[in-house]
C-alpha cells in the first residue's frame, strides 16, 4: 500500500513539473494554452469590474465593437457574435444553439468601414484568412496558407493587407485580399507580431530562433528585430538581445509606435527610439493604449493592472477584484469610443 501511495505521489509530482515547463515555454514563445481564463469588465474605467463567468467570452477572441458602443464582438466556430454587453448570459445561450462550421479565431474590425471585418481561421490543413462586408453575417475564404506553416500575425489598412508567419514568410494584398503576393521570406527567423499604420507603413517583429519546445534551455530568451516595411522597402528600428517583443501598438492621433517586451516598452519616433519604464520588478504580461489621449497607456501583469496618465512617467494601480489577485492579465482592451470601457482577461 505504501509503493502505491509513493508511486501516486511521484507521477502527481512529475505531471505538476510537467505541466509547469510547459506552460512557461508556450508563454515564452508567444503561444496562449493559458487555463482557467475569466473577463472583467468595467463601465466607469477601472472603479468598479463586472465578472462574466462564461469560458465561452473568455476563450475566444474578443473585441469592442466599432459599430456600436454597447457590444462586443466574438469570434466564434459560428462565425463572428455581436455580443450585448448588457446581456451575457443571455447571448451565451444563443451562441451555444448557434455553433456550426463557420469557425473564425481571431477578428479585426476596419476602422473606416466597420462592416468590413477579416477573420483568422485556424486549420489542419492551413490556415485562412476570412472576409466579411456585412458586419461578420457571412464570410468568404481570400486565402488559404501553406499546412506546414501557420499565421502568426495580420494587419490592414484599407485594402492593403498584411499577414505574417511562424517560418517567417510574409504576405500581402494590395486590392483587399482578390490577389496575393509573397512580399519576402526571412526564414529561419519567424515574424512574431506586426502592425499596420494610416501613413502604409508595416512594423514587423522577428524572432531570432527558431521554436524548440525540446530544448534543455526552457525557458530560453529569444532575440527581437524590428522592421519598417514601406514603399516596398524595409529598414530597421530597433535590435533586441534576450528580449521578445510580444506587442505592437500604433497611436492613431501621434502616429508614435509602441514595442512591449515583458521587461520594457519602446516608444519609436519618427527621429529615433525612446524608453518608458515600467514599476520596478513588474514583468508585463499585457498592454495597451487609449486610442482618445496619448498619454494615456495601461500594463498588466500578474495580479496587477497600472494605468498612466502622462505616457509611462509616472504610474497609478487600478484595483481589481478578489478574484484577479495572482492571476495572469493577458489581455487589456480600451474601447475606442468611450474609454471608461475596459475589459481584461486574466487567467492562472
Not at 82 to 104: A, M, T
Not at 126 to 140: A, I, R
Not at 254 to 278: A, C, W
Request: proline fraction near 3%.
Amino acid at each position: 500500500m505504501r509503493n502505491v501511495i509513493y508511486t501516486l505521489v511521484f507521477i502527481l509530482v512529475l505531471l505538476t513539473l510537467f505541466k509547469g515547463i510547459i506552460l512557461e515555454a508556450f508563454d515564452s514563445f508567444g503561444f496562449d494554452i493559458s487555463i482557467n481564463k475569466s473577463v472583467l469588465f468595467s463601465k466607469d474605467g477601472g472603479n468598479s469590474w463586472q465578472d462574466y463567468k462564461s469560458s465561452f467570452l473568455a476563450n475566444n477572441d474578443l473585441i469592442f465593437d466599432k459599430n456600436n458602443i454597447g457590444s462586443f464582438l466574438l469570434a466564434s466556430n459560428a462565425g463572428v457574435l455581436n455580443i450585448k454587453i448588457e446581456k451575457v448570459p443571455q447571448e451565451e445561450k444563443v451562441y451555444k444553439k448557434n455553433k456550426g462550421d463557420n469557425s473564425v479565431w481571431k477578428i479585426f474590425q476596419s476602422d473606416e468601414q466597420p462592416n468590413t471585418i477579416y477573420g483568422i481561421s485556424y486549420k489542419l490543413d492551413g490556415d485562412e484568412v476570412l472576409l466579411s462586408e456585412n458586419y461578420g453575417k457571412n464570410f468568404k475564404k481570400v486565402f488559404k496558407i501553406n499546412k506546414n506553416d501557420r499565421i502568426s500575425a495580420f494587419c490592414f489598412n484599407y485594402n492593403n493587407i498584411f499577414l505574417g508567419t511562424r517560418n517567417g514568410n510574409l504576405i500581402g494584398s494590395k486590392d483587399g485580399g482578390k490577389s496575393w503576393y509573397k512580399i519576402k521570406e526571412f526564414s529561419p527567423q519567424g515574424i512574431l507580431t506586426m502592425e499596420c499604420s494610416k501613413s502604409n507603413e508595416v512594423f514587423i517583429v522577428l524572432s531570432s530562433k527558431v521554436v524548440n519546445l525540446f530544448s534543455p534551455e526552457i525557458p530560453q530568451k529569444i532575440d527581437s528585430k524590428v522592421l519598417v516595411f514601406k514603399n516596398e522597402g524595409f529598414f530597421e528600428i530597433e535590435k533586441l538581445r534576450g528580449e521578445k517583443i510580444k506587442s505592437v501598438k500604433i497611436h492613431p492621433l501621434t502616429n508614435e509606435v509602441y514595442f512591449v517586451s515583458d521587461e520594457k516598452i519602446y516608444l519609436y519616433h519618427r527621429g529615433g527610439t525612446g524608453y518608458i519604464n515600467p514599476p520596478s520588478d513588474f514583468k508585463i504580461t499585457a498592454f495597451t493604449i487609449d486610442e482618445k489621449n496619448p498619454n494615456i497607456i495601461y500594463i498588466g501583469g500578474r495580479g496587477i493592472l497600472y494605468k498612466s496618465k502622462n505616457n509611462g512617467k509616472t504610474w497609478e494601480i487600478i484595483d481589481l477584484p478578489q478574484k484577479a489577485q495572482g492571476k495572469k492579465i493577458t489581455e487589456i482592451e480600451i474601447n475606442p469610443n468611450d474609454s471608461n470601457l475596459i475589459l481584461i482577461k486574466i487567467s492562472d
